[in-house]
């Protein structure tokens, strides 16, 4: 069994903002800079040919 990450992340995102609402902000932000670096620098994001 795998799992990926942005699932795995998505679904402690959805918890957390369920048991502390007031995090929402700072876990939508995090939660975005997290997957905007994965796209960036993840599997196959720099290309040098």
Known sequence: MTLSLTPLISLIA????LVMPRLLN??????LIVI??????GAGGINLR
């Open 36 to 41: 905007g670096l994965i796209g960036l620098f």
């Open 26 to 31: 700072y876990i939508v932000a995090l939660y």
């Open 14 to 17: 959805g918890i957390l903002i």
